[in-house]
C-alpha cells in the first residue's frame, strides 16, 4: 500500500489511530513480557496494554510505524 492509499480514506489523525487500533485489534497479540493474550485499549496513551502485567505496546509496534516520532497521518 502506498500513502496515498492509506490517507484518502484517514483523512484526519483520528481516523488514522482508530485504523491502527483495529488491525492491532484484530491480531491475536502476545504480551512481550509475560506471554498473556489479553489486553485492553488505553486511549491517553494510544496503547494495548496487558492485562495481567501492565506492559504497554503501542499501535505502532510491528508496522512500518515502529518506532518513529511522526504523527499517525
Do not use: W
Not at 502476545?30 to 493474550?37: D, F, I, K, P
Not at 509496534?61 to 518506532?67: C, E, H, I, L, R
Amino acid at each position: 500500500m502506498i500513502f496515498l492509499d492509506f490517507a484518502k480514506p484517514h483523512p484526519v489523525e483520528k481516523s488514522c489511530i482508530q485504523h491502527f487500533r483495529m488491525v492491532k485489534k484484530d491480531k491475536r497479540s502476545v504480551c512481550a513480557r509475560c506471554g498473556h493474550t489479553t489486553h485492553y485499549c488505553n486511549k491517553a496513551n494510544n496503547s494495548h496494554d496487558c492485562k495481567e502485567c501492565g506492559y504497554r505496546t503501542t499501535f505502532q509496534s510491528g508496522t512500518v510505524m515502529d518506532y518513529s516520532k511522526l504523527s499517525f497521518q
